[in-house]
């Protein structure tokens, strides 16, 4: 099982952007997942968040401008970016909580995609 994400690339401040993270292979469903993004030199941060049931949290500097969803039937998670700021850039990861086959859950990490907000 991964975590193949998708969607990074360079922006213009005040543009968007959408990351998807799509879970392959055998499972039977994405418990909870969660995007985290990294600047150079920087620590990993969690950007936001959502469970089984659609609850959804978001860090501060995001809040108002980027959206988690989830997509059951295909087992896809994605962060829409709007009004993205220069201070956004980093390379994303998301990170999952997947239920497999047999009943257990297991964490996986995305490889990553870069995000850059520049003029």
């Known amino acids: 099982v991964q975590l193949v994400e998708s969607g990074g690339g360079l922006v213009q401040p005040g543009g968007s952007l959408r990351l998807s993270c799509a879970a392959s292979g055998s499972i039977r469903s994405i418990t909870a997942m969660a995007w985290y993004r990294q600047a150079p030199g920087k620590e990993r941060t969690i950007v936001a968040s959502i469970t089984s049931s659609g609850s959804t949290t978001y860090a501060d500097s995001v809040k108002g401008r980027f959206f988690i969803s989830r997509d059951n039937a295909k087992n896809t998670v994605s962060l829409q970016m709007n009004s993205l700021k220069p201070e956004d850039t980093a390379v994303y990861y998301c990170?999952?909580?997947?239920?497999?086959?047999?009943?257990?859950?297991?964490?996986?990490w995305g490889q990553g995609t870069q995000v850059t907000v520049s003029s």
């Open positions: 990170d999952g909580l997947i239920l497999y086959t047999d009943w257990t859950n297991r964490h996986h």
